[in-house]
């Protein structure tokens, strides 16, 4: 018992009678004959080390699911970690779209094969240009840091200038993204970082210093709304006002599920948006769920002609009142023109696209309206009560929309130390900032999204007060 | 190929080419179609698709009203115009565009080459749902992530003995962005000894994925690209002549898309390392050769895999994916960071790596797909692998065969030579003797059910180009249909080209009208409001 042929479940033409015809019909004995077209001395003739099957489903369930069994989850502990990957609530409508098999298993069929796949797209894109106030969305690829450096690259290709400007509170991971795309120094065709201080009581640009870096060589100006430190950055129009006054673009980037409640980067007059959409509604999936969006302004159409991603139009048919949509300008990407494109594009995040489609039509402008709010009085709430613990300071603005920076320099401790003990309370406390921003201290970054209640927010403030005493 | 073999393959199609109902392999289909108006327009005010949590009365006593902390700048003036619509309205609206969506578990996607369609198994699914997976935050304590790490760790292993290479990143976020990573390292080798200055050109062929000639643009690099003789690959001398001081490297793609193994490729290699440049191999079109042959064995510094396309991880709709990217010692220190490291039974994230090229993409990567490639390969095993590679040969020169017989289509290139896992055909004969060419067929297929084929890459080298690839999924079955599908068309071709040049007449939509907005700013219309804008002449 235990031996049999393999003819895997996912082959089925290794039935031994199968193949044989098949060899038959192109008068060969052996797939060896067609491997002749390796040469000899490139065949690999081992047997490749890697481990025996697990045939039963059963088994490899078991087995895969036993190594997951290892991790500890959001769902068991309660988490406060935000920072780029955000915890909100997926609605289990977007779950039973996403999870459709003729969803996740298309790849890049046509526009008639695939309209329903089409048709979403369109949708979100045109959704998600409602909660940015702006009228052009190309498709979404990796995430917001790679959607950054492409912006940048963007403006540079647009104005002809190689300088851009970042505020020195951008998210150090998503900068490392950028600078990758922007190139070392040494490359000729290479796009300069250049970071703007900010306010140490606030977060916010400190506009002199932008006053002082901007000059006619600058490509763009670049913000973020929030800021990665959770402050909200009202100087959105200010920073506009002044790029434009030196003919260099405005670049914002935003967490786009903010945008019930703030301002959107339309409204603020930005020529180009970049952010991130897992908030809207993609499980976190340890980062996985990121991707990154581009918004642009479509008065002009140089912008759609330098965007780096793909862009989809909507059209009609020969059925009167039938809508159908295509791919526009596809000569302008590296599928329509190799290393003459703009950037490059490939496989990128089309099922996020799908569920944060789904995510906007359920929650409609009062739904984003009201987690706005209680996004805002949740973390206001934990920031409060986390402030009354001895030694524990609350940095920055106080004006936050769901993150805010947990000052412990007064406890003595540091940020490692009190989330590892938070651990022992079934914690995931705040993104430690204490390497990343060694000028705050021993801090951390603290999420209090809509997920979270009251009790949530009231157990985490007992155990850290625990924690500290 | 023989009178008497051809009559055996042409009265095989004609068999084959009745729809099911009397006995032939094609089905008598037609997409589903709904006609469904856009969300925006099926918006009705004050209806809505779910609750959403509330501060609690305590909570709001303690805090006041939320918008004081939002500074007066800031408040958005006017709600955004997203549609409002009950839940079943919202759910029943994408449900229909889900069915309006010919995904590869339904239909039929030999006719996907170069992108490896091939069974993504729903037990995959279900692990990835699982909470101890999608729940988990990328800044969690790695203590508390160590089984998704072992399983990350332990699927690079195996992923480096397939390819025999000695290190591995699974960061970038699909195929295109693994080589767009290696432009990075080899950029970072070269930066490193000081020759940025001399090194400027990276090399590719026409028949390499486009990502091979983009990427290293990207990366600041001069492309050049090779073009094919009449091997389908470069001659050895002509490559060489490619090669020189200012030479950074090579990214080729083997098999390239035409599914023809270039035999001489450990001697492009050779060619670069005596000019002290570096080799990567773009393995997209890997599945044929799992077992069979090893980039390393080709003397290459650096290579990947597209865990969505050769190691099951499905494509949902174009995206996330997951690209392996793997090197020799010499190139290891540039990978990007994390890496995934072991120290004896605890992993490890890895950032403190000075020679790191940093970051290509943020936070971990797309490890959904790592979860499925390494429940995959545990699933297949050595035996399995070679399996796949052996099967997937085999059903591309069974279809090759019966391809072959239908008139019109040609295989440019390398004659008297077999593909490997795809081959790039040509419809130019059909094209000149019918007016029919590549297009039309494409859609035509739909009406069968069968996924519109990929025709190539640009630019069309191969005149009216096709490419299938039918991978170790499909049954002998299915490949009968898909040919037949294609002698369907090319019969019709020849009897009533209009008719052909009129598909497709059963898909989910009706031919599209006012094309020239594709290319007019005036008219293209990426989002409904630029649409009510532009073409309704609505005030937006």
């Given at each position: 018992m235990?031996?049999r042929?393999?003819i ?12 044989e015809?098949m ?6 004995d052996s ?15 081992g ?9 039963a489903?059963?088994?490899l ?6 190594l997951l ?7 068991e502990?309660?988490?406060f970690c ?5 915890q909100h609530?997926?609605?289990?409508v ?11 298993s298309?790849y ?7 309209h329903?796949k ?7 894109n ?15 690829i ?11 690259r963007?403006?540079?290709?647009i104005t002809g200038r ?13 900068l ?6 922007c ?7 290479a796009?300069r970082l250049?970071?703007?201080?900010y ?6 640009m400190?506009?002199d210093?932008l ?7 600058v490509?763009?100006?670049y913000?973020?709304n ?11 129009a ?6 434009h006054?030196?003919?260099a ?8 599920i ?9 409204t603020?007059?930005?020529?180009i948006?970049?952010?991130e959409?897992?908030?809207?509604g ?12 581009i ?6 159409p ?11 139009t909507?059209?009609e ?5 039938e ?7 596809p000569?302008?990407?590296s599928?329509g023109?190799r ?7 490939g496989?990128a ?14 929650m409609?402008?009062?739904g984003?309206r009201?987690?706005?709010?209680t ?9 409060r009560?986390l402030?009354?613990l ?9 004006a ?12 003595g ?9 938070l ?13 990343e ?5 021993q ?10 209640s009251?009790?949530?927010?009231l157990?985490?403030?007992?155990a ?5 005493a | ?5 051809k ?25 589903v179609?709904w006609?469904?108006p856009?969300?925006m ?10 609750f959403?949590s509330l ?6 006593d303690?805090v006041?009203?939320?918008y004081?902390?939002v ?14 619509i ?5 759910l029943?609206h994408y449900l ?5 969506t010919?995904?590869?578990d339904l ?6 080459g ?7 198994p729903k ?6 749902r ?15 992530l ?8 332990d699927?690079g ?5 397939i390819?025999?290479?000695?290190a591995?990143t699974l ?5 295109s ?7 990075c390292?080899m950029r970072?080798y070269?930066r490193?000894?000081g020759?940025?200055?001399q090194?400027s050109?990276?090399?590719t ?7 091979d ?11 050049i690209?090779?073009?094919?003789d009449?091997n ?6 002509a490559?060489k002549?490619?090669?020189s ?5 090579c990214?080729?793609?083997n098999?390239e ?9 450990d ?6 390392h005596?000019?002290?440049?570096l080799a990567f ?7 044929g ?13 650096a290579?990947?895999f597209?865990?969505?396309k050769t ?6 709709c174009e995206?996330p994916?997951?690209?392996a ?8 220190r ?17 950032v ?6 940093g970051r ?10 790592v ?11 050595p ?5 796949v ?12 065969r019966l ?10 290139y390398?004659?008297g030579h077999r593909?490997l ?7 130019e ?16 297929m739909?009406?069968f059910g069968i996924?519109?084929?990929w025709m190539?890459?640009?630019?069309w080298v191969?005149p009216?180009?096709?490419t ?9 079955a299915?490949l ?9 068309a090319?019969d019709?071709a ?10 497709p007449?059963?898909s989910s ?8 907005a594709l290319?007019?700013?005036k ?18």
């Amino acid at each position: 018992m235990g031996e049999r042929p393999f003819i895997h479940p996912y082959i089925p033409n290794a039935v031994p009678a199968t193949k044989e015809a098949m060899l038959r019909e192109l008068g060969i004995d052996s797939v060896e004959e067609i491997y002749a077209e390796i040469p000899d001395r490139l065949r690999f003739r081992g047997r490749l080390d890697i481990p025996e099957p697990i045939l039963a489903e059963r088994d490899l369930r078991r087995h895969v699911k036993g190594l997951l069994d290892r991790n500890t989850s959001c769902d068991e502990n309660l988490n406060f970690c935000g920072a780029g990957c955000w915890q909100h609530y997926v609605p289990a409508v977007v779950d039973e779209v996403v999870n459709r098999a003729e969803f996740i298993s298309a790849y890049c069929g046509g526009d008639y094969s695939d309209h329903g796949k089409y048709i979403a797209r369109f949708e979100f894109n045109s959704q998600l240009a409602e909660l940015l106030d702006l009228d052009g969305v190309a498709n979404p690829i990796y995430d917001w840091g790679d959607v950054a450096g492409r912006s940048f690259r963007m403006a540079k290709r647009i104005t002809g200038r190689s300088r851009v400007l970042v505020p020195q509170t951008m998210s150090p991971m998503r900068l490392a993204e950028a600078r990758t795309l922007c190139q070392p120094e040494e490359m000729a065709t290479a796009v300069r970082l250049e970071q703007v201080a900010y306010g140490p009581a606030t977060g916010r640009m400190d506009l002199d210093d932008l006053r002082a870096k901007l000059g006619d060589d600058v490509a763009a100006v670049y913000w973020e709304n929030p800021g990665y430190l959770g402050f909200i950055e009202d100087q959105g129009a200010e920073i506009v006002r002044l790029a434009h006054e030196h003919g260099a673009l405005a670049i914002a980037g935003v967490d786009p599920i903010t945008l019930g409640v703030l301002s959107p980067p339309g409204t603020l007059g930005a020529d180009i948006a970049c952010g991130e959409i897992q908030p809207l509604g993609v499980h976190m999936h340890a980062g996985g769920g990121c991707s990154g969006f581009i918004a642009f302004r479509d008065d002009d159409p140089v912008f759609a002609q330098e965007c780096p991603l793909e862009l989809y139009t909507l059209l009609e048919t020969e059925t009167p009142g039938e809508w159908a949509v295509a791919e526009a300008i596809p000569e302008r990407t590296s599928y329509g023109s190799r290393d003459q494109g703009k950037d490059w594009v490939g496989t990128a995040s089309g099922l996020w696209t799908i569920a944060a489609a789904v995510y906007m039509t359920v929650m409609g402008p009062a739904g984003l309206r009201e987690l706005g709010e209680t996004c805002i009085a949740r973390s206001h709430f934990a920031a409060r009560r986390l402030a009354e613990l001895p030694g524990v300071d609350i940095g920055l603005s106080p004006a936050f929309f769901k993150e805010f920076v947990v000052n412990f320099d007064g406890t003595g401790r540091t940020v490692a130390e009190i989330n590892k003990a938070l651990l022992r309370h079934a914690i995931f406390g705040g993104k430690d900032l204490s390497t990343e921003f060694p000028e705050l201290g021993q801090s951390a970054l603290y999420c209090v999204t809509e997920y979270h209640s009251e009790a949530n927010i009231l157990e985490l403030v007992a155990a850290v007060k625990e924690v500290l005493a | 190929m023989s009178d008497q073999t051809k009559d055996d393959v042409q009265a095989k199609l004609e068999r084959l080419g009745r729809l099911r109902r009397e006995g032939g392999a094609l089905h008598d289909y037609h997409a589903v179609r709904w006609n469904e108006p856009l969300i925006m327009e099926q918006s009705v005010p004050g209806e809505r698709g779910i609750f959403v949590s509330l501060a609690e009365q305590s909570v709001t006593d303690e805090v006041g009203d939320p918008y004081q902390y939002v500074p007066a700048s800031m408040r958005r003036e006017g709600a955004p115009d997203l549609p409002e619509i009950s839940q079943h309205q919202a759910l029943r609206h994408y449900l229909r565009l889900s069915q309006e969506t010919l995904g590869m578990d339904l239909g039929s996607d030999i006719s996907e080459g170069t992108c490896t369609m091939k069974y993504s198994p729903k037990l995959h699914e279900e692990l990835v749902r699982y909470h101890k997976h999608s729940e988990l935050h990328p800044w969690q304590d790695e203590d508390t992530l160590q089984g998704l790490l072992q399983i990350v760790y332990d699927c690079g292993e195996y992923l480096k003995a397939i390819s025999g290479m000695d290190a591995i990143t699974l960061q970038p976020g699909g195929g295109s962005h693994a080589v767009y990573t290696n432009a990075c390292v080899m950029r970072e080798y070269f930066r490193e000894r000081g020759e940025l200055d001399q090194r400027s050109e990276m090399i590719t062929t026409i028949f390499s994925h486009p990502c091979d000639a983009a990427t290293p643009s990207v990366a600041g690099f001069k492309v050049i690209t090779v073009m094919p003789d009449e091997n389908g690959y470069p001659d050895l001398e002509a490559f060489k002549a490619a090669v020189s001081e200012r030479t950074v490297g090579c990214m080729i793609t083997n098999p390239e898309d035409t599914g023809i193994y270039n035999p001489q490729i450990d001697k492009y290699v050779e060619v670069l390392h005596d000019a002290g440049a570096l080799a990567f191999t773009d393995q997209a079109n890997a599945n044929g050769i799992l077992g069979a042959a090893r980039a390393r064995d080709a003397g290459f510094d650096a290579c990947h895999f597209n865990l969505h396309k050769t190691f099951s991880s499905p494509h949902g709709c174009e995206g996330p994916a997951t690209g392996a990217y793997m090197t020799t010692d010499k190139l290891a220190r540039y990978l990007p960071v994390p890496v995934v490291t072991k120290v004896g039974d605890r992993y490890h994230l890895d950032v403190d790596r000075p020679a790191s090229i940093g970051r290509v993409r943020g936070f971990l990567g797309n490890w959904m797909g790592v979860l499925r490639a390494y429940a995959w390969i545990r699933t297949m095993g050595p035996d399995g692998l070679r399996e796949v590679a052996e099967i997937s040969v085999l059903n591309n020169n069974y279809l090759d065969r019966l391809l072959m017989g239908v008139r019109g289509v040609s295989r440019p290139y390398a004659k008297g030579h077999r593909r490997l896992d795809q081959v790039r055909y040509s419809l130019e004969t059909l094209k000149e003797e019918t007016g029919v060419g590549t297009e039309a067929v494409r859609d035509r297929m739909i009406d069968f059910g069968i996924q519109s084929y990929w025709m190539s890459h640009h630019p069309w080298v191969v005149p009216e180009p096709f490419t299938p690839e039918p991978c170790e999924t499909y049954s002998k079955a299915d490949l009968d249909e898909w040919a037949a599908v294609i002698k369907k068309a090319s019969d019709e071709a020849y009897d009533d080209a209009d008719f052909v040049n009129a598909s497709p007449h059963a898909s989910s939509c009706a031919r599209m009208v006012r094309l020239e907005a594709l290319e007019d700013p005036k008219q293209w219309a990426f989002t409904w409001r630029a649409y009510k804008r532009k073409v309704l002449g609505q005030k937006v």
